[in-house]
T-cell receptor, first 115, second 113 residues
Framework: EPEVTQTPSHQVTQMGQEVILRCVPI?????FYWYRQILGQKVEFLVS????????KSEIFDDQFSVERPDGSNFTLKIRSTKLEDSAMYFC?????????????FGPGTRLTVL | AQSVAQPEDQVNVAEGNPLTVKCTYS??????LFWYVQYPNRGLQFLLK??????LVKGSYGFEAEFNKSQTSFHLKKPSALVSDSALYFC???????????FGTGTRLLVSP
């Protein structure tokens, strides 16, 4: 069964450094998403991406964040200058369409630790 | 604004007994409702969804959920729990016109042998 994959599984970085989290969505999916889950808190939406453009973003997704689909398979989240509070589990997801009832399929997550 | 409430941090049930994990929601338009399960060190796994139609929806692993519009609830149920059902369960809602899923805080289900 096709699945969303994410690399790395765990990333440790120093405050102020740039990080890039990578995702390979399911191959025939057209909509891509990033969510994060700070330890002990709920899963929060960051951004959705379609046709090489951001289609929706939350207030968390400020200028420090960017997303890109550099080729036909990868979808990346970049944090330009990491802060301690960026430490979280980051989940990538994808869906075939953006229709309200279309489920999103999630990857296993990347645990980001900012020291 | 969309929101989801899962009032129970943890639900304990004995194997073989029925289980219910509660979820209530708030949206401005028509809700699209989802349940996801998270096993340790794994991502969120889709269980089932409600879009429209029959209020009782069936999903993976014998789970089902009942949509109740008047009570704005979407409780997850299973007639007979298994120890392997022990995991973290998330309810999520998507409002009309939005792409984002809004999640509840999660409910840990512990099924004892």
């Amino acid at each position: 069964e096709p699945e969303v994959t994410q690399t790395p599984s765990h990333q440790v970085t120093q405050m102020g450094q740039e990080v890039i989290l990578r995702c390979v969505p399911i191959s025939n999916h057209l909509y891509f998403y990033w969510y994060r889950q700070i330890l002990g808190q709920k899963v929060e939406f960051l951004v959705s991406f379609y046709n090489n453009e951001i289609s929706e973003k939350s207030e968390i997704f400020d200028d420090q964040f960017s997303v890109e689909r550099p080729d036909g398979s990868n979808f990346t989240l970049k944090i330009r200058s990491t802060k301690l509070e960026d430490s979280a589990m980051y989940f990538c997801a994808s869906s075939q369409t953006s229709g309200g009832g279309n489920e999103q399929f999630f990857g296993p997550g990347t645990r980001l630790t900012v020291l | 604004a969309q929101s989801v409430a899962q009032p129970e941090d943890q639900v304990n049930v004995a194997e073989g007994n029925p289980l219910t994990v509660k979820c209530t929601y708030s949206v401005s338009g028509n809700p699209y409702l989802f349940w996801y399960v998270q096993y340790p060190n794994r991502g969120l796994q889709f269980l089932l969804k409600y879009i429209t139609g029959d209020n009782l929806v069936k999903g993976s692993y014998g789970f089902e959920a009942e949509f109740n519009k008047s009570q704005t609830s979407f409780h997850l149920k299973k007639p007979s729990a298994l120890v392997s059902d022990s995991a973290l369960y998330f309810c999520a809602v998507r409002d009309t016109g939005f792409q984002k899923l809004v999640f509840g805080t999660g409910t840990r289900l512990l099924v004892s042998p």
